[in-house]
């Protein structure tokens, strides 16, 4: 079965504009979007002060696993799917955050920025944030 919203006629931008309003309505600030489209990054003020965050929108994976899954899209469709499924998403997670279960830093913690403009994912991936590991302490 094809991936969600893989039929979608919205346009990116109005998913686009959607995120935004979301975050905005839920604190974030200083909200931007790459001209590229490939992400919208934002501020949010945390117990620790202002924190950024980068929300990505990868229209290059979508199209391989929508390949990987036998249909056809341009990359105007593999753009409006991206920015839907992340619209989805951002929508899901306010909802949460609503009921007061978690904090918005912690929903958005894996797209905290460093100060180089390194997601904690990133780090993590790239084995500079150990998390879960044993860490020898001396």
């Known amino acids: 079965?094809?991936?969600?919203?893989?039929t979608t006629k919205v346009p990116a931008l109005q998913s686009v504009a959607e995120i935004v309003g979301a975050l905005a309505a839920h604190g974030a600030t200083k909200i931007q979007q790459d001209y590229d489209s490939v992400f919208i990054a934002f501020m949010i003020e945390t117990p620790a002060g202002p924190r950024g965050f980068?929300?990505?929108?990868?229209?290059?994976?979508?199209?391989a696993v929508?390949?990987?899954?036998?249909?056809r899209v341009d990359s105007a469709q593999a753009e409006r799917i991206a920015w839907r499924i992340l619209r989805d998403w951002v929508i899901a997670q306010m909802a949460i955050l609503e009921t007061e279960m978690v904090a918005m830093d912690e929903i958005m913690l894996p797209y905290m920025l460093d100060g180089q403009g390194n997601t904690a994912y990133e780090l993590y991936q790239g084995r500079r944030l150990l998390i879960?590991?044993?860490?020898?302490r001396e």
Request: charge should be positive; aromatic fraction near 4%; hydrophobic fraction near 30%.
């Open 1 to 6: 079965m094809p991936i969600k919203n893989y």
């Open 54 to 63: 980068r929300l990505p929108s990868n229209t290059d994976k979508v199209t």
């Open 132 to 136: 879960g590991e044993e860490v020898d």
């Open 66 to 71: 929508l390949a990987r899954q036998k249909v």
